[in-house]
């Protein structure tokens, strides 16, 4: 897909021409600032080398991490930045690599999926007329539009974590409910430490467009700002982190006292069943001569005692309190 945005009086004219791009002429026609590729196929990619001279290679949003390989100038000119971009998605939420190629005052964002750090920078674009002047303010707003993004999705875990802690911390917490919340919890603790890694890589970026002095004195302090804003979502984040640690561990908790209860339970009843079972014992003995055997009411007795001599431990245990 080619999203196709233009410079008009100094406006960014976010319009879609996907649907009037369907030729390489209809491409030479438009003199955009940014060339936005979901997906591109071939053929697509052949227009933007015809059009701009710009080759796009295939692993062109490899995972490689390596900053010389993320961060670098070509001989002819060409800047590439390579970042990741967070999709707070309820089924499977994950970061999204883009490839930035700026090139000849022109932007070209590579990427396969769909992002909403995108939409929501040409939805801004268009309420916001003098929000664009050239193809690095694009790249820019949408640094600033992602740690927005973060900033917001962090709040949303924030507010997951404040109901979980109120299932955690009530009085009575069952095996079946601490493992709901500890899959609430784990999802939450991989969603920040997306966010955390999102927003690494996007100080990284940042910092690499600083040092290329590419930007203009007001786009330099624009950067700044939004490495500051990087800043306390850094720290937000490492808030966030200890209290995922401290539900973890209370949820654990709850879970170790239940099962000590069953192991309680079970040790009471091994040790009120010791008593019973040495008598059982002691008249399952082959002696010739032992008085109950010959006694009309033998048996009965023996079976009475049995009883009182399993009452009598859990009654002990009652009232020392280690039933409760």
């Known amino acids: 897909m080619l999203n196709v945005f233009t410079l008009d009086n100094g406006r960014l004219k976010g319009g ?32 933007i080398r015809d059009r701009f001279g710009l080759v796009i290679p295939e692993d062109i949003v490899d995972e490689d991490l390596e900053e010389s390989a993320r961060f670098y100038e070509e001989d002819n000119g060409e800047l590439h930045i390579r970042s990741d971009f967070l999709i707070d998605d309820d089924e499977a939420p994950r970061n999204v690599r883009v490839a930035f190629i700026l090139y000849n005052n022109v932007l070209f964002s590579i990427h396969n999926e769909d992002l909403p750090v995108f939409r929501l920078l040409r939805l801004r674009a268009r309420r916001i007329p003098a929000l664009i002047e050239d193809a690095k303010d694009v790249l820019l707003k949408l640094y600033d539009a992602d740690a927005e993004y973060s900033a917001d999705v962090l709040e949303g875990i924030y507010d997951n974590l404040e109901k979980v802690s109120a299932r955690v911390l009530k009085k009575d917490v069952n095996d079946t409910e601490a493992g709901e919340v500890l899959a609430a919890i784990a999802r939450e603790e991989d969603l920040n430490g997306r966010i955390r890694r999102n927003v690494m890589d996007t100080r990284r970026a940042l910092s690499f467009m600083m040092r290329s002095r590419m930007l203009s004195a007001e786009q330099f302090e624009e950067s700044r700002q939004i490495l500051r804003d990087i800043d306390s979502l850094d720290s937000h984040t490492a808030f966030l982190f200890d209290k995922v640690n401290f539900l973890m561990d209370a949820t654990v908790g709850f879970i170790n006292i239940n099962q000590n209860k069953i192991i309680k339970i079970f ?28 006694w009309q009411y033998g048996y009965p007795f023996a079976l009475g005692l049995m009883l009182a001599s399993v009452a009598a431990p859990f009654i002990y245990f009652r009232r020392k309190g280690w039933l409760r």
């Open 267 to 294: 040790s009471v009843a091994s040790v009120a069943l010791l008593p019973p079972t040495l008598i059982a014992s002691v008249y399952g003995m082959n002696f010739k001569f032992m008085p109950e055997v010959d």
């Open 16 to 47: 879609l021409f996907q649907e009037e791009i369907e030729s390489a002429e209809d491409l030479a026609l438009s003199r955009p600032v940014w060339v936005d590729l979901e997906d591109p196929t071939a053929v697509e990619k052949g227009w």
